[in-house]
């Protein structure tokens, strides 16, 4: 499993990331504190707190492509 930290900062934001993970067929997670929800799904997006950093975890082997695609809303834990 790999994983990296976001900050969406804008509802743009939130639709490009969302735009991008549905490109891929694999599973992909955003977590905050104890809520998970699935990165395809705007409205699971939007019931996170954003103003914290959201974990992505992704168990898929070939996500490096994703995770260059996503490298703009990464930051610190």
Not at 3 to 19: E, P
Not at 22 to 45: N, P, Q, T, W
């Amino acid at each position: 499993m790999k994983s990296t930290y976001i900050l969406l900062k804008t509802i743009n934001d939130v639709k490009d990331f969302v735009n991008i993970a549905s490109k891929y067929d694999f599973e992909i997670d955003l977590s905050s504190g104890r809520y998970v929800v699935d990165a395809k799904s705007i409205m699971g997006i939007f019931s996170l707190d954003l103003s914290k950093p959201i974990k992505v975890e992704v168990a898929a082997e070939n996500a490096d492509k994703l995770f260059k695609d996503i490298e703009r809303f990464e930051t610190k834990e």
